[in-house]
């Protein structure tokens, strides 16, 4: 019993580097109670080995923490290199935030309390590492939870202004009712194959038939838990508040890392839980729920409502927070596709997500840092108060629209290519006039930067060597990938597969 312990503690090495390195934070803030300067580097130093050890189990497919059925062995985790490619992802974007969160003047207000910060951002990798690979519903549920409870904390964390407990206190409350509601849904598919593992259950409904209403109603229920994290709409309503509420830091570290969990579990309950057969990369899925047509609704109703609502916004993480749910809306539609082709195009997506987005939040962070404000008004001649800062939030902002030479053109073509090639053109238009409205109010940033008359005089900023260095570690890649993309797409290629199918 203990060599199966050790074996399975032996294929989630990233996991137990971060439980460690989380434990190591704490300790060490207890010790050290004055000094805690060492704990980002604490932190970084955990991330990288574990970022190492995720690169090393891709092409690793097996299960973790096994229980039988019949003649078959399942696990509680799944490895593989689909959940290998969204752990780099997850660990990726949990370095940059910690350097994030040291340039933040929010955070650094907060010294005394860092062991705490860093402690609770270490809970929330630790549950998004654990729901990329989760394929027992218990343990989908645990993992959202662990990521939600840290969260919920961290989005008030600073208490600097009331939105802060205003963010976290909404935070919490549609939280707890999304996690009700998940639950709830569980326990009926509980209630119809007897079993929580998503390969038995999908071995259940291949052989015996179910209610069609309870069937369908625990998908949805399930659903609303997971539609949170990503911001689907209409699960969304807490997205603007606790964006604009929460720390920088933690607003992008929610808009990307978070996502991609919520994103990659997705796949995996889906693909896992209904799929009969595949046929040349085409997914064919059970009868009893139109997977595709659900998917296409919301996807076609939270790019829409998304990019609309950023229309009207001042605040610009307000803005980023709609930016954010309309490319939630954009990577459903990758899985609406029902293919590999679709899903190619969602871990394309993501990767360039990333970069792009962190770009853009972390520029609004620097210049919060220097001016006291978000608000779209006080960025008027800000272009020429920092020219650097300028050119680099106008690229992310552009690759965020989607335009070449950027890799935000790139992760959207291959978007649409899969859509041409499952024959829903309709659909890739709608996508595709969405981007055009989402041009708008990205442009609407830059005239205040660069066009709109300032009422005072803009004095000129400056910003360090490590704040350059930072700025170009993102913005090199938005730009090398919009010309030279093969082997982000090759990557992406190789860690297709889900293992089970």
């Known amino acids: 019993m203990i060599e199966n312990l050790l074996a399975d503690v032996s294929l989630i090495v990233p996991e137990v580097i971060v439980s460690v390195t989380l434990l190591l934070i704490v300790l060490f803030d207890l010790i050290f109670n004055k000094d805690k300067s060492l704990i980002p580097y604490i932190g970084v130093v955990g991330i990288f080995l574990a970022l190492y050890f995720a690169i090393q189990n891709i092409g690793v497919n097996t299960h973790a923490f096994i229980v039988s059925s019949g003649n078959q062995n399942y696990g509680l985790l799944a490895l593989d290199s689909f ?47 654990f729901m990329v690979s989760a394929s027992d519903l218990i343990m989908l549920y645990l993992s959202v939870e662990l990521l939600s409870l840290s969260s919920y904390v961290l989005a008030g964390f600073t208490k600097l202004r009331d939105r802060d407990t205003e963010a976290s206190l909404k935070y919490l409350v549609y939280g707890a009712a999304s996690s ?51 911001s689907a709409v209409p699960f969304h309503f807490w997205t603007p508040d606790v ?34 057969n595949e046929s040349d990369g085409s997914w064919i899925l059970l009868n009893g729920f139109d997977w595709q047509t659900f998917l296409i609704i919301i996807s076609i109703l939270t790019m829409t409502l998304g990019n609309f609502a950023a229309l009207w ?22 899985l609406a596709v029902l293919s590999d082709q679709g899903l190619l195009a969602i871990m394309v997506y993501f990767l360039v997500y990333i970069i792009m987005n962190l770009g853009a939040f972390y520029i609004v962070m620097l210049i919060a840092n220097r001016i006291g404000s978000e608000d779209i008004k006080d960025y008027n001649r800000l272009g020429y108060a920092s020219p650097f800062l300028g050119v680099a939030l106008t690229i992310f902002l552009i690759s965020l629209t989607g335009l070449p030479p950027t890799a935000g053109f790139i992760a ?24 055009v409205v989402s041009l708008y109010y990205y442009i609407r940033i830059l005239k205040h930067m660069f066009i709109s008359e300032s009422e005072t005089e803009v004095e000129k900023f400056k910003i360090s060597m490590n704040e350059i260095v930072f700025i170009l570690i993102l913005l090199v890649p938005t730009l090398l990938f919009g010309i030279y993309f093969s082997p982000m797409v090759d990557f992406a290629q190789s860690c297709l597969s889900i293992i089970g199918n």
């Open 83 to 129: 959940g290998s490619y969204f752990r780099i992802i997850i660990l990726i974007a949990s370095i940059l935030i910690v350097f994030f969160a040291k340039a933040s003047s929010e955070i650094q207000q907060l010294k005394e309390r860092s062991g705490e910060f860093y402690a609770l951002l270490f809970g929330m990798i630790l549950g998004m590492l």
């Open 180 to 230: 009700g509601i998940m639950l709830f849904g569980i326990s009926i598919i509980y209630g119809l194959t007897g079993n929580t593992n998503l390969f038995i259950i999908n071995d259940v409904f291949r052989s015996v038939s179910v209610n069609v209403l309870a069937y369908s109603f625990s998908i949805i229920l399930i659903f609303a838990g997971i539609g949170f994290k990503i």
């Open 243 to 276: 964006y604009e509420g929460a720390p920088i830091s933690i607003t992008a570290f929610l808009s990307v890392a978070s996502k991609a969990a919520g994103f990659a579990l997705l796949v995996r309950f889906v693909k896992s839980t209904f799929l009969l």
């Open 313 to 334: 916004q001042d605040n610009i993480k307000r803005m980023l927070a709609y930016s954010s749910i309309a490319h939630a809306g954009y990577m459903l539609l990758g």
């Open 412 to 435: 959207k073509l291959y978007l649409f290519l899969a859509l041409i090639d499952a024959k829903m053109i309709f659909v890739a238009v709608i996508a595709v006039l969405n981007s």
